[in-house]
């Protein structure tokens, strides 16, 4: 009976870590007071954890993951709690949007519970999480390409089934930039995917079908971050004499180069989102509007250095500070924490993704391998396309993070179970 009750428990724990990574990408808007882009992810996250604490070796496991992965969650409390005190500015300013800085102190808490609710799984099942997780992953990203492959077909024919914004896809993310955010991690979570399971062949059609479909949401910044940091990867595998691996890296991004152009050259299906790369800084593409946002954040926080404007009131301080009111957030999650945070809730929130970078790094020059070579890459996207819109409160994100942060610190020479599964994890070391 005990084992039966544990088996269930088990498959009842793996049923919903699958129903929440696929959930994560299937975004809504809610109005509370204030409109919230929430995810259906957010709804299963409360009855994830209700499950969790209903069982009680999980407390067990909880003081575990706490102890074990406590510079995530220092790291997570610090920001919150720096978000906090910047909200002591609310007494001093003008106008004041106090429920939108509530929400924003929120969502991180949420976010922080979808952190704990994987490190718990991971610390219950160690690698058999990570797997299933890269499968469900893999599934949910190729059905979202698909979604904006179709949807921009279909409106090159004239029919708009909502999933995109003016042609650009979004499918079911609520805003083009954002789906190409998702597009770009999973591309990294499809590849090391791979990595996993030792797939034979260099590149699958899964990484091409999921860059296919970031090209199709024509977002500038989320294909600049991209190049950018495939560009960064090549370039550190050279200084460090990574011959193998800068040759490996080159054919890949040679075949979907060419399976991209060769698309391009032979339909008008992504002439849009190439036209659209072309015109950056041009009259009229909207640079001009960031610009004066990025720079209207920076006099906001040289104006208040130390704990900022105030969590989430970006806006409303605009009000008071130029006498008329900005209708957008400044599209830039640097800037947004130095003004509403100041320099200590910039501080908390910089510091971890740079440990992450430079183990990454470390591990590059250490060990090699393509899992770090991925991770490299997707960090360095996420770096890169933060510095165009707001990452802070997004889910997937933050889960991101949180898998970098188990695999830089697994050491892939030991295999924990003697199983045919479980020895895909050891397929992930890479010959120095």
């Known amino acids: 009976m005990w084992c039966l009750m544990v088996l269930s428990n088990r498959r009842i724990d793996f049923f919903l870590i699958g129903a929440l990574v696929v959930c994560l990408p299937f975004m809504f808007r809610l109005n509370m007071v204030i409109e919230l882009n929430v995810s259906l992810a957010d709804i299963l996250i409360v009855i994830i954890l209700f499950w969790l604490i209903s069982i009680k070796e999980n407390q067990q496991v909880l003081a575990v993951v706490l102890k074990q992965n406590y510079l995530i969650i220092v790291y997570m409390l610090l920001l919150i709690y720096f978000c906090i005190i910047s909200m002591a500015n609310y007494f001093t300013n003008i106008y004041i949007d106090f429920p939108y800085g509530l929400s924003a102190i929120i969502k991180l808490f949420v976010n922080f519970i979808y952190v704990l609710v994987l490190l718990i799984f991971i610390e219950k099942y160690k690698d058999d999480v990570i797997l299933l997780l890269f ?172 704990i900022g404007i105030g969590i989430g009131q970006f806006i409303p301080y605009s009000t008071e500070m130029y006498g008329y009111t900005f209708s957008s957030i400044p599209h830039n999650t640097y800037l947004s924490f130095l003004s509403e945070t100041g320099i200590l809730g910039f501080l908390a929130f910089i510091w971890f993704p740079m440990y992450l970078v430079i183990k990454v790094i470390l591990g590059l020059i250490k060990r090699g391998g393509n899992v770090f070579y991925y991770l490299f890459i997707g960090l360095n996207a996420i770096a890169i396309q933060s510095i165009t819109i707001n990452i802070e409160n997004i889910r997937f994100i933050w889960i991101y993070l949180a898998v970098c942060f188990v695999l830089i610190h697994t050491d892939f020479n030991q295999q924990p179970k003697d199983t045919q599964e479980n020895s895909a994890w050891i397929k992930l070391e890479v010959n120095e």
């Open 135 to 306: 499968k469900w992953w893999r599934i949910t990203a190729i059905i979202i390409s698909v979604l904006c492959i179709i949807s921009v077909i279909l409106y090159r024919f004239g029919v708009d089934n909502g999933l995109t914004s003016g042609g650009r896809a979004q499918a079911t993310l609520n805003d083009p930039n954002l789906a190409a955010l998702y597009l770009i991690v999973s591309f990294t979570i499809v590849a090391i995917s791979s990595t996993f399971v030792q797939k034979k062949l260099i590149v699958n059609v899964a990484m091409v079908v999921v860059l296919i479909a970031l090209v199709s949401t024509a977002s500038r910044g989320g294909m600049v971050s991209i190049v950018f940091s495939v560009l960064i990867v090549l370039f550190l595998s050279l200084m460090m004499g990574r011959i193998k691996e800068l040759f490996f890296l080159l054919i890949i991004g040679s075949i979907i180069s060419f399976i991209i152009l060769l698309i391009n050259s032979s339909s008008d299906f992504l002439s849009f989102a190439m036209e659209r790369v072309a015109r950056i800084g041009t009259e009229g593409d909207g640079t001009s509007d960031r610009i004066l946002l990025w720079k209207s954040a920076y006099e906001m926080w040289m104006d208040n250095p130390f």
